[in-house]
């Protein structure tokens, strides 16, 4: 059986962590989970959980760390057998910590992008809400303004990429991630990268993960 490996994906709000995790799934073959996916999720299943959620993640608030680690550490406990990448989790120091009593983490990538680029995509950007299926107006156009590519039904704007619910995400991340990396590299896992554009980074991040799980990836194409 192929070695386990796991890693999680950094960075602030609109750097890429869930673009590049989808094209690390695609191309390491490793199980993918996001920890923004599951919250709406949550919140679209309208249960009492989903209800406390949507307060936080409206206001472009962290949700709190307990529930974060009651809604993902279960998951990981299903995958004792795979390979996984964690994107968007965790985010704060009580986070990691719950996370490394469980899990040794292999690799950390963690993303460098300017205020003013992450700024510009997140105020672009449009879902498929039942798929989570994710399009910027310039970079991952829908092929038809306004609807899904595969289900032609609408797309919306998320409550948290409206633009006062952005500066707090933005304001937020900065300092509770400090403590998460500075945790990381004394452990020695994490790996930065810095750039404006996602397709400029990819390759640098899949070389590295070609050299860590001696493999060549599945998919060498850039799909999103
Ligand atoms: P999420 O869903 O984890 P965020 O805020 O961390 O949300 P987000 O916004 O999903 O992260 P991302 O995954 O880093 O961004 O980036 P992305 O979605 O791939 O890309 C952003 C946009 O830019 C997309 O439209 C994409 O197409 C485009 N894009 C990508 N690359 C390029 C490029 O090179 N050029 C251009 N032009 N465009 C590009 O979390 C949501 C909320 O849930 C809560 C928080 O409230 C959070 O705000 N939450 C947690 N709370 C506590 N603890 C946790 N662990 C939490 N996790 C989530």
């Known amino acids: 059986m192929a070695k386990l490996f796991r890693a999680a994906i950094m960075g602030p709000p609109g750097s890429g962590k869930g673009t590049i995790s989808k094209r690390i799934a695609q191309s390491f073959g490793l199980q993918y989970l996001s920890s923004g996916h599951y919250l709406r999720e949550s919140i679209t299943a309208n249960t009492e959980a989903g209800l406390l959620v949507k307060t936080y993640v409206e206001r472009g608030m962290l949700v709190p760390d307990h529930v974060m680690t009651s809604l993902m550490l279960p998951r990981l406990e299903k995958l004792s057998s795979h390979r996984w990448l964690l994107d968007g989790f965790p985010r704060t120091l009580p ?68 633009p006062e619910a952005l500066m707090a995400r933005l304001r937020h991340y900065k300092d509770v991630a400090k403590p998460v990396i500075d945790l990381y590299k004394s452990q020695g896992i994490l790996h930065s990268f810095s750039g404006t554009e996602t397709d400029r980074i990819w390759p640098y991040i899949n070389s590295l993960l070609s050299t860590k799980l001696h493999i060549q990836p599945l998919d060498t194409s850039q799909t999103q």
């Not at 879902?127 to 039904?153: C, L, W």
């Open 95 to 162: 986070q990691a910590l719950a996370l490394n009593n469980l899990y040794q983490l292999d690799l950390v990538i963690s993303l460098n992008v300017p205020y003013s680029t992450l700024s510009e995509r997140l105020s672009d950007r449009w879902i498929h809400p039942a798929s989570g299926r994710v399009y910027n107006m310039g970079f991952n156009p829908p092929r038809v303004q306004g609807k899904d590519d595969i289900t032609g039904e609408p797309l919306i704007q998320h409550d948290d990429d409206k």
